[in-house]
Nanobody
Framework: QVQLVESGGGLVQAGGSLGLSCAASGRTSSILSMRWFRQAPGKEREFVALITWSGKNTYYTDSVKGRFTISRDNAGNTVYLQMNSLEPEDTAVYYC?????????WGQGTQVTVSS
């Protein structure tokens, strides 16, 4: 079993920055990759970024490339999402997700609101 706890959401003005954290605990040895998703009001949940558990590979959805950075603190089993140049369209609940072989584990979500 893996537990995920997210933190770092909040309110920021357009053009500002926020950093999100996702702390993993439990059987972290079973984690293959970590992903960030987001869900805006009235919209489906969408993929934002991925990092392999080794930290060697990262992937981003086109709309955040060059603005968001996903990284991993190997020592502490924490994954981060640094978000720069935020836009009102980035407003959403952000979720971290661990891929565990054939299953996934989700965090509780953290709200990010970008004001114009």
């Amino acid at each position: 079993q893996v537990q995920l706890v997210e933190s770092g959401g909040g309110l920021v003005q357009a053009g500002g920055s926020l950093g999100l954290s996702c702390a993993a605990s439990g059987r972290t040895s079973s984690i293959l990759s970590m992903r960030w998703f987001r869900q805006a009001p009235g919209k489906e949940r969408e993929f934002v970024a991925l990092i392999t558990w080794s930290g060697k590979n990262t992937y981003y959805t086109d709309s955040v490339k060059g603005r968001f950075t996903i990284s991993r603190d190997n020592a502490g089993n924490t994954v981060y999402l640094q978000m720069n140049s935020l836009e009102p369209e980035d407003t959403a609940v952000y979720y971290c997700c661990a891929l565990l072989g054939a299953t996934t584990q989700w965090g509780q979500g953290t709200q990010v609101t970008v004001s114009s």
